[in-house]
């Protein structure tokens, strides 16, 4: 096979019981020219048995230890060859003709460093999907709106955007160090300067956990640590660095995303977590200025409104 156009990076660790639909939805795609790279993280499950029976369409790498999230993708990027590279989780799926959109997102823009396009949330525990619009049709984003909207948030599902291999080149791969958003820090530092298309079509589906209450407080704690050495690295000079209005918006909106990520502080043991987390929010947004602790306020109180159905 030739130079493939899609480097599709899979990170799997202990989720082999949706890795068969994983795979099976990147073989309905239908092309020859995709490139399949598996980084099993070290999985105590049934991933290698899986990963042979589809030797055909993959490379399997194993790692010894675990690295992590962004440490298995890092290590997948470096066998990745094509012109365009999809990190696709192992418990989500393709829909049928999402390389085909994709291409041709990045056909119709060659400024684009990412095409994002809107999915199918399904839920973990019922199955029962729903889908999730980024846009109303499809939109050409802007160097400089692309890069407000996702200094703002992380607006789009993993499964659903690509990443022009070109604008890689001269960055280090994704912080093996951020344990839940370092797909955010990643993509924000290889697409400064570029635009994006949107596409307003679901094209691929992406599974949402239920998680406990004690496992949501665990996580809450890794995602202050995460954030914290975000704005370290945003904070020292080189290509992580973040200056002026952008480091400042980008506190407020970790600040917002430690108090609404989590939970619905309805029940009591989650409210008590949002309470602490408040506390954590409330000096990373003021970092940021007047205007991000407003932001952070504001989000706050949709939150608890969302949460207690006022309208």
Same mark, same amino acid.
């Given at each position: 096979?030739?130079?493939?156009?899609?480097?599709?990076?899979?990170?799997?660790?202990?989720?082999?019981?949706?890795?068969?639909?994983?795979?099976?939805?990147?073989?309905?795609?239908?092309?020859?020219?995709?490139?399949?790279?598996?980084?099993?993280?070290?999985?105590?499950?049934?991933?290698?048995?899986?990963?042979?029976?589809?030797?055909?369409?993959?490379?399997?790498?194993?790692?010894?230890?675990?690295?992590?999230?962004?440490?298995?993708?890092?290590?997948?990027?470096?066998? @990745?060859?094509?012109?365009?590279?999809?990190? /696709? *989780?192992?418990?989500?799926?393709?829909? +049928? %003709?999402?390389?085909?959109?994709? &291409?041709?997102?990045?056909?119709?823009?060659?400024?684009?460093?990412?095409?994002?396009?809107?999915?199918?949330?399904?839920?973990?525990?019922?199955?029962?999907?729903?889908?999730?619009?980024?846009?109303?049709?499809?939109?050409?984003?802007? @160097?400089?709106?692309?890069?407000?909207?996702? /200094? *703002?948030?992380?607006?789009?599902?993993? +499964? %659903?955007?690509?990443?022009?291999? &070109?604008?890689?080149?001269?960055?280090?791969?994704?912080?093996?160090?951020?344990?839940?958003?370092?797909?955010?820090?990643?993509?924000?530092?290889?697409?400064?300067?570029?635009?994006?298309?949107?596409?307003?079509?679901?094209?691929?589906?992406?599974?949402?956990?239920?998680?406990?209450?004690?496992?949501?407080?665990?996580?809450?704690?890794?995602?202050?640590?995460?954030?914290?050495?975000?704005?370290?690295?945003?904070?020292?000079?080189?290509?992580?660095?973040?200056?002026?209005?952008?480091?400042?918006?980008?506190?407020?909106?970790?600040?917002?995303?430690?108090?609404?990520?989590?939970?619905?502080?309805?029940?009591?043991?989650?409210?008590?977590?949002?309470?602490?987390?408040?506390?954590?929010?409330?000096?990373?947004?003021?970092?940021?200025?007047?205007?991000?602790?407003?932001?952070?306020?504001?989000?706050?109180?949709?939150?608890?409104?969302?949460?207690?159905?006022?309208?």
């Amino acid at each position: 096979m030739t130079e493939p156009v899609f480097s599709i990076i899979i990170p799997a660790y202990n989720y082999g019981r949706f890795l068969t639909q994983t795979l099976e939805s990147v073989r309905n795609q239908g092309r020859e020219d995709v490139q399949v790279v598996l980084v099993d993280d070290a999985s105590t499950d049934n991933t290698p048995e899986i990963a042979a029976r589809f030797a055909n369409l993959v490379h399997y790498v194993r790692n010894e230890n675990n690295l992590g999230a962004g440490g298995a993708w890092r290590k997948g990027i470096g066998f @990745a060859s094509g012109k365009y590279l999809i990190k /696709l *989780d192992a418990d989500d799926q393709f829909l +049928p %003709g999402h390389l085909d959109a994709v &291409e041709q997102g990045f056909q119709s823009n060659s400024a684009a460093a990412m095409v994002v396009s809107s999915v199918v949330l399904m839920n973990g525990v019922s199955g029962a999907t729903r889908e999730e619009l980024i846009c109303d049709e499809d939109t050409v984003l802007g @160097a400089g709106e692309f890069r407000n909207s996702l /200094l *703002d948030n992380f607006f789009f599902r993993m +499964p %659903g955007c690509a990443l022009r291999m &070109e604008c890689l080149k001269n960055h280090d791969g994704p912080d093996e160090a951020l344990f839940q958003i370092h797909d955010w820090e990643y993509f924000l530092r290889v697409t400064r300067g570029h635009q994006a298309v949107l596409l307003s079509q679901p094209t691929a589906v992406y599974r949402e956990h239920d998680v406990s209450v004690s496992a949501t407080a665990r996580s809450e704690n890794r995602l202050f640590s995460d954030i914290q050495r975000w704005l370290k690295l945003a904070s020292t000079p080189g290509q992580h660095q973040l200056q002026g209005q952008d480091l400042k918006q980008l506190k407020g909106s970790l600040a917002i995303l430690l108090i609404t990520g989590f939970g619905k502080p309805t029940n009591f043991q989650v409210f008590s977590n949002l309470m602490r987390n408040y506390f954590k929010a409330v000096p990373v947004a003021a970092g940021g200025g007047f205007f991000q602790l407003a932001r952070l306020h504001s989000a706050l109180l949709k939150k608890v409104i969302k949460s207690l159905k006022i309208t």
